[in-house]
């Protein structure tokens, strides 16, 4: 499974969330927003990391896209 993490910087509103619980793999710039530096989560303890900081991210700006591009933890659709 090759999954990378990714942030979409139109949702992303500097809450520093992500980079609290991924730390190894995202950073804040300057202005407190998130940008991914390491865009592979690697082994599975990493993974766990990601997949907090996508459940956490209040905008629902940072997303881990799993095989050619699909969503493996994307915002829950509500009825």
Known sequence: M???VRIDPTRC???AICALFYPEGIELDRW???RVV???PGESRNLKRVLRAVAACPN???VLVVD???DAAA???GP
């Open 2 to 4: 090759s999954a990378r």
């Open 13 to 15: 509103r500097g809450h």
């Open 32 to 34: 407190g927003y998130g």
């Open 38 to 40: 390491d865009p592979t």
């Open 60 to 62: 629902d700006a940072v």
């Open 68 to 70: 050619e591009g699909h």
């Open 75 to 77: 915002a829950p659709s």
